[in-house]
């Protein structure tokens, strides 16, 4: 299938990737490719727009497991006969009084309030989007863009306990909230995969056309 030059408004407006050219072309079926008419680019690809109900099903488990991930004892300390135990969320509280206030701030901030914030948001746009369409997108990059931030956490505990590994007086054991905490990550991984920000267009069109 050929893309057409821009004279029906009701077709979807491409620009070629290799020669810039502005062309449109119709919605197209699972299977179907729209190419380039001046350099035979291909501009786009028909899918099955997927729904989001994986997605759903992924953040609500790991919202379920989110709070005693951070509540319960995530990492046990001995030392000397003497035994620690601190979870995400008390650990990063001790952190600020013990004035680790940048240790602090990451801990907290990646693994206790953007992984939340990042679960309700894709609840959100899958179950009652915005009828916005600039909230609808602002929200999605905004969730985007945190999920690059998700792992920075997972590095700090990692380089805290090879850290504390280097001397032998110290043993450090994974507690409870470890396994919590790692399900939770994987799931929260697995929405954003499963989620298709297609449907959020597809819902809004259909909520438009309903108004009209």
Known sequence: MHASPPDDPRQQ???CTCCGLIQTAPPLAKGEVARCRRCRTVL??????ASNLPAVMA???ALILYFPAITLPIMRLEQLGHRHESSLLGGGIQ???YGEFIVA???LLCSVFIPLFKLLALLLLSLRPPRRAHHVASTYRLVE??????MVDVLLVAVVVAALKLGDLVSVQPGPAALLFTCMV???LFASAWFDPRKL???HHERRSNQS
Request: aromatic share 10%; net charge negative.
């Open 13 to 15: 407006l491409h620009a």
């Open 44 to 49: 786009a690809e028909g899918t099955e727009v």
């Open 59 to 61: 953040a609500s488990a």
């Open 95 to 97: 952190l600020f009084q």
């Open 105 to 107: 701030t990451v801990v």
């Open 145 to 150: 863009h945190l999920g690059r931030w998700g």
């Open 186 to 188: 994987v799931l929260n």
């Open 201 to 203: 267009w597809m819902h």
